[in-house]
């Protein structure tokens, strides 16, 4: 019956890769839809988009393991996607109009008056280099999914998941991506709703869950959280604070992502804008809030030795378990047919991060490179056959990034890669994107040095940071840094950089003329 399931799933998927590539006729429709979205179709596929495996796998075992505090993600992620939406997206779909672009490399080289194609090859190129790893990481999961629920071997399952998205994916473009989106997205906020419900009737309540989780850690139910509060301060210290204020700088990655920002240029009109928002908001709060309660519940329910002893790991280390929280709950509260709608749901939070990273890179290497910089008179015809190739190539990219991570660290390099690959994308942009939309001052010259310097602090903050102070004797710092995690101080890095540069560019200040009533169009 879970295979029935997962057959089912698949069917739909492929029909849908198949009726969106009857709709693709040139490269405007195959990167963004030809501009012809409506609200719900935007909203669902961004918020797919924007989640992946660690939503469906991440977040539901930050709530196993850490509890009530896992909700700041929640907070964040409200904060993020609202932001974007109500701050961000009407002035964005304005100006991407004015400019005729249909990619985020488009806009910032017509916003900034770019005369070369610098700042376009540097977009292209961090977007060429972070989305194969985001991706591979997202491979990586496929395999863990359908070993958790199969007990299939890891390297098969990643395979087989893989399949499909390259199948729909190279035919239908964007298109398909976002069909595929509304689709998948519905089957997770549905999922995520439902289990928290099926695990309380369970347990006999929240009476009965909580009285369990304070038999365990009474910790699990405070907004600190367990372990990081200092004797005698109620939970709450400085190394506390940090680690919430990191678990809602992940909202940050909403504001400016390509892979987001695209569904803002594929939508048919700013009227979109509004019913969006709310959209997105509730499909935010009702997943990411369920998730974090699966994971809670899921504690109550589950001992670690339990779920480690099913997911083959060692029991002592727990934010590695606790990622099998969600298939084995569902494996054991739920009928099979059921069950097997869970596999599909995890896949959905995958594949529709996938599908839209491979678009987006794709785009990058095709339009942004390859017909920009060097053929910029080649037919669509003969763009959108590049296109399905350059995708097909970095899928299979992609592919062997999540085989590499299974081979160099099974059990711990998923979601660390996840993070990662997604901080590079939001500290390479997301400064950039805030302040080409808010501020006349920000020049080409400065979004190149923004968008690099945000590039390199990622890989910097992560793996050079945390041994140069452990060096300099500043352990407590290391201890800060690693809850904080690399994208708030990349993206702080990359916002500085830009103001500073483009205040000392006094020639790209003068080419800048005229920036301000664009702006103020856009705003109105």
């Known amino acids: 019956m879970k295979l029935l399931a997962i057959g089912l799933y698949v069917a739909i998927l492929l029909g849908i890769g198949v009726a969106a590539s009857r709709k693709v006729t040139d490269i405007r429709d195959y990167f963004a839809a030809g501009k012809k979205l409506g609200f719900f179709n935007v909203a669902f596929s961004a918020r797919a988009t924007g989640e992946s495996a660690w939503l469906l796998l991440g977040l539901t075992g930050m709530g196993y393991a850490v509890g009530v505090k896992a909700f700041w993600v929640v907070f964040g992620e409200m904060i993020g996607v609202g932001g974007a939406w109500l701050f961000m997206a009407h002035r964005f779909k304005r100006l991407t109009d004015r400019y005729d672009s249909i990619t985020v490399p488009d806009y910032l080289e017509s916003r900034l008056r770019e005369s070369g194609h610098g700042l376009r090859l540097i977009a292209a190129g961090a977007l060429v280099v972070f989305v194969p790893i985001y991706a591979g990481a997202q491979v990586f999961a496929t395999g863990t999914a359908f070993h958790a629920f199969l007990g299939w071997n890891h390297y098969l399952g990643a395979a087989a998941g893989f399949a499909v998205v390259m199948l729909y994916i190279t035919q239908g473009g964007f298109t398909a991506v976002v069909w595929s989106d509304v689709f998948q997205g519905s089957l997770m906020v549905l999922g995520l709703v439902a289990l ?40 709450w210290s400085l190394a506390t604070i940090t680690s919430i204020v990191g678990f809602a ?17 594929s939508m048919k009109n700013t009227g979109q804008i509004l019913p969006g928002t709310i959209t997105a908001l509730i499909w935010t709060l009702l997943a990411d809030s369920g998730a974090v309660l699966v994971g809670l519940f899921g504690r109550a329910i589950y001992a670690p030795v339990e779920l480690a002893t099913t997911a083959g790991y060692t029991p002592a280390d727990l934010s590695n378990v606790s990622q099998n929280v969600l298939p084995q709950m569902s494996l054991d509260l739920l009928p099979a047919f059921f069950a097997g709608g869970f596999i599909a749901m995890v896949l959905s939070a995958i594949m529709s991060t996938i599908d839209s990273l491979l678009v987006v890179a794709s785009s990058a290497g095709v339009r942004d490179y390859w017909q920009k910089v060097r053929n910029p008179g080649m037919s669509d015809e003969r763009l959108m056959k590049l296109s399905r190739q350059v995708t097909l190539a970095l899928s299979l990219v992609s592919f062997g990034i999540g085989i590499g991570i299974m081979l160099y660290d099974k059990e711990h390099g998923v979601f660390w890669t996840i993070l990662f690959g997604w901080s590079g994308i939001a500290a390479t942009f997301c400064p950039t994107m805030i302040l080409s939309l808010y501020w006349s001052k920000l020049t080409s010259r400065g979004a190149k040095f923004a968008m690099i310097a945000g590039f390199l602090a990622v890989p910097f903050f992560k793996f050079a940071a945390p041994p140069l102070l452990d060096s300099m004797g500043l352990v407590s710092w290391v201890d800060r840094l690693e809850d904080i995690e690399v994208l708030l101080p990349s993206f702080v890095v990359g916002f500085i950089v830009a103001i500073v540069v483009s205040l000392t560019d006094k020639p790209g200040r003068a080419r800048m003329a005229g920036v301000e009533a664009e702006l103020d169009e856009a705003r109105s």
Request: charged letters at 15%.
């Open 196 to 235: 928290p419900i099926v695990a309380l009737s369970h347990m006999g309540g929240l009476d009965a869950i909580a009285e369990t989780l304070r038999g365990i850690d009474p910790d699990l139910l405070t907004w600190h959280g367990p372990g990081k509060g200092d004797p005698g301060s109620g939970g």
């Open 249 to 265: 700088a992940i909202g940050i990655g909403f504001w400016g992502s390509p892979q987001v920002f695209v569904r803002y240029i």
